[in-house]
């Protein structure tokens, strides 16, 4: 499990850097992140991670989903 979560996190950060809504910059050391799109990408993640959640939940407890 943690492997596939590494992996995807790897796959999440080549997307947010290719995309250009981070950059680093190697003479300062920084990183620059876009906030307004990083918000949108993090809330659609907890809205899929918190229906999938719901959705065990449910199914654990007898429901169908």
Do not use: P
Request: glycine share 10%; charged share 15%.
């Amino acid at each position: 499990m943690a492997l596939a979560i590494r992996m995807i996190l790897y796959a999440a950060s080549a997307f947010i850097a290719g995309l250009g809504w981070a950059s680093f910059d190697e003479a300062a050391g920084t990183i620059t992140v876009n906030i307004d799109d990083i918000v949108t990408i993090i809330a659609g993640a907890l809205t899929f991670a918190g229906t999938f959640i719901a959705s065990r939940l449910a199914k654990a407890r007898g429901g169908k989903t």
